[in-house]
């Protein structure tokens, strides 16, 4: 089995197994091998009762001190029991598994592992697996992975497939050359892969985390440094300042801030230049990133050429295309949207618009770069929120046109030092001012005897006619909790507020229809409380929203904290989060106080970058980051300079004779970029 073989071949993974992986961009047996964990459950011994703390994972074995109760919870079915052990008792709770209550014996002993959370004061275990003794007793002491996972698969097949594959793959072979992986203490390519899938202990796990990180970070540089050796490239797209930019920008509701100004000036020096632009224009959230975009794309289409906008969620997409199109359809600018969800006949539809040029700028998620899309005359491609993507997929793109101009923009606020080995490749652009209306948003950090507080104060602010977002509680060791907790949060607010407050849940794994009906409905003022996870997070733009509320904020890494907040203060009303903590330990509290004292999101990446240490890392921090694979730029930005000095140390010339001789390393980068042929 190779590498580059279709993850059909791997046993045990059949047509709808394949099929899942897909949508997890899984294509090839190696895709599978870099689908790492984003975390792993750590299967601790049975504890008793009493020991049980708020906010952990735990096992506990006892018997039921009475019959099994089943009540209604607004559309949920709640099922309690008494769990009791020697040294105490504790309630347990299911939602939606009725079928529970007949199974559950008096006088049985059963081993239950679930989440203990605290509800009115007291613990409660909250919806457990039951494990037989046998079960239980072959995973104790293990570190189990968890992976990212998709409607239709679950964990455990997932788990399987990558076992699978790590026994029978034949080309897990050692690339690196070896003085670099000696002077970089890093473990052989294959034992690390085994290491980060399945590590017998925390270190194993480190290990092996170590030298895969190095090894995103180190052929990234390679690749970029053969995409600088290349040279400017002359433009096929040329534009020309047209009069009738100006006249569109005279006739937006706001004139643009200073800054705004400086970077359009910049883009269109660029495109005017002769030479293909290849800028990313940094900016912090709510800087007004978006009408640079439109107006780039403006030009393009003034000039005759097909601009397309690349966007990582279908949310963010559809929100873009309504923008677009009520700014530019009194200038008879023809806009289409092309993502995911649409049928193949729609697909099949925008295809052919987007091939014969009908549409003159088209908005989209990665379903833009498949192999069957082609555009007409592709002079200028945008990607935003370009933290999201890979190079390789700017780089699919890229190849869809004939040398377009590339704009790449992004919120992550990067240090400029690392911004450096980073972008090396690219022109930087900084959108450093905000809009002139706005006031600084109001934070506070609290803990959760605050919550009927703050629920008093959106009251408040819903009563004047603001919204409301909330951010729930992240996703945990099992597999439905993610949705659980945005619904069971969600029946709980609706009782609280009065039945006026339209409340609705949004989340990761509703369909992309749902998903943007209710982002709609939010837009338009429908809905007043938005309970969501974090596909929130980027880029979404509903100006009445004032106030913000992360639960267990002290789980979230500060750069996603900062894009969160972003979402509020978006208009000229004055704006507040709240950053709820479950947990208190003096570390997150100083992290918070770093957002609660600055607004300011280049202040707050320097911070982070300062607090965060080498080497405490365990698990994989959602960090909303997507650049890479395994690799946090922040918790990483050691061995990010380690592998840029390696890389250094390779030069230009000798990158060509490397590739000569180390033909797995060759592969490796190109297979990186996806397309670049050495
Ligand atoms: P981001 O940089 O986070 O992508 P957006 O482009 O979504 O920010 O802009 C945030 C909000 O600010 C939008 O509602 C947008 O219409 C508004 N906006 C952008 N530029 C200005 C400006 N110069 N003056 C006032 N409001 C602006
Ligand atoms: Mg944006």
Excluded at 93 to 111: A, C, D, E, S, V
Excluded at 645 to 663: P, R, S
Aim: overall charge neutral; charged content about 25%.
């Amino acid at each position: 089995m190779k590498l580059s073989d279709s993850v059909r071949s791997i046993k045990g993974v059949g047509e709808k197994a394949e099929k899942c992986l897909n949508k997890l961009n899984i294509y090839q047996v190696g895709d599978l091998l870099e689908h790492y964990p984003r975390g792993y459950d750590e299967w601790k011994p049975l504890q008793p009762i009493a020991s049980l703390r708020e906010g952990e994972v735990a096992a506990v074995e006892g018997s039921l001190l009475s019959r099994p109760q089943m009540r209604a919870r607004g559309r949920l079915k709640v099922l309690t029991i008494m769990l009791q052990d020697q040294s105490g008792n504790i309630p347990v709770t299911w939602f939606n598994m009725p079928f529970l209550r007949n199974q559950l014996k008096m006088g049985m002993h059963y081993i239950m592992r679930g989440k203990v959370t605290r509800k009115n004061g007291r613990l409660v275990l909250e919806q457990p697996k039951i494990h037989t003794k046998q079960e239980f007793f072959r995973l104790v002491g293990k570190l189990s992975p968890i992976y990212p996972l998709t409607a239709g698969i679950t964990n455990r097949a997932v788990t399987k497939a990558v076992e699978q594959a790590l026994s029978d793959a034949e080309e897990l072979l050692e690339y690196l050359p070896s003085d670099v992986r000696k002077r970089q203490g890093l473990i052989e390519y294959k034992k690390a892969l085994r290491q980060i899938h399945f590590p017998a202990n925390k270190e194993e796990m480190v290990q092996g985390r170590k030298r895969l990180v190095f090894d995103e970070l180190f052929l990234y540089q390679l690749a970029l440094a053969y995409i600088k050796k290349n040279g400017r490239v002359k433009s096929e797209h040329v534009l020309i300042e047209k009069e009738d930019g100006e006249a569109f920008l005279h006739s937006l509701p706001f004139s643009l801030t200073g800054a705004q100004e400086k970077v359009y000036r910049e883009i269109m020096s660029d495109m005017t230049s002769g030479y293909v632009m290849n800028r990313l224009v940094q900016g912090d959230v709510g800087s007004g990133k978006t009408i640079l975009a439109v107006l780039s794309l403006y030009q393009v289409v003034l000039n005759g050429g097909q601009g397309a906008f690349m966007v990582p969620t279908e949310v963010l997409a559809s929100q873009h295309f309504l923008s677009l199109t009520a700014l530019l359809e009194p200038y008879h600018v023809r806009i289409g949207l092309l993502t995911g969800s649409l049928t193949a006949k729609q697909k099949r539809e925008a295809k052919n618009k987007i091939e014969d040029g009908e549409w003159e700028i088209v908005i989209g998620t990665h379903a833009m770069i498949q192999d069957d899309v082609r555009f007409k005359n592709l002079a200028l491609v945008i990607t935003d929120e370009q933290h999201r993507f890979g190079v390789k997929q700017r780089e699919t793109l890229f190849q869809k046109g004939n040398e377009p101009h590339v704009l790449a923009m992004s919120a992550t606020p990067i240090p400029r030092t690392l911004a450096l080995i980073l972008y090396g490749d690219m022109d930087l652009s900084v959108v450093d001012e905000r809009p002139a209306n706005r006031l600084p948003i109001k934070n506070c950090v609290v803990n959760t005897d605050y919550r009927p507080n703050a629920y008093r104060f959106m009251q408040k602010q819903i009563e004047e006619g603001h919204q409301i977002y909330i951010i729930c509680p992240m996703v945990d060791a099992s597999e439905d909790s993610e949705l659980e907790n945005v619904t069971i949060y969600t029946e709980e607010l609706s009782e609280i507020f009065p039945p006026e407050v339209t409340i609705e849940a949004l989340h990761g794994k509703m369909r992309p229809r749902e998903k943007e009906d209710i982002m709609n409905r939010f837009s338009e003022g429908q809905i007043q409380i938005l309970v969501s996870t974090t596909v929130i997070e980027v880029g979404i733009d509903v100006p009445n929203a004032t106030v913000m509320m992360i639960e267990n904020a002290e789980r979230f890494g500060l750069a996603q904290l900062h894009q969160l907040r972003g979402r509020v203060g978006r208009g000229a009303s004055q704006a507040y989060c709240i950053f709820m903590t479950g947990k208190e330990s003096k570390d997150s509290k100083e992290r918070l106080g770093v957002l609660a004292g600055s607004n300011d999101g280049f202040y707050i990446a320097n911070e982070d970058l300062k607090m965060r240490g080498q080497g405490d890392l365990f698990g994989i921090r959602q960090s909303g980051d997507e650049l890479f694979a395994l690799a946090d730029i922040f918790d990483d930005a050691d061995i990010l300079r380690q592998a840029g000095e390696e890389a250094k140390k390779i030069t230009e010339d000798e990158i060509t004779l490397l590739y000569k001789k180390n033909q797995r390393l060759k592969d490796r980068v190109e297979r990186y970029l996806g397309r670049v042929t050495l």
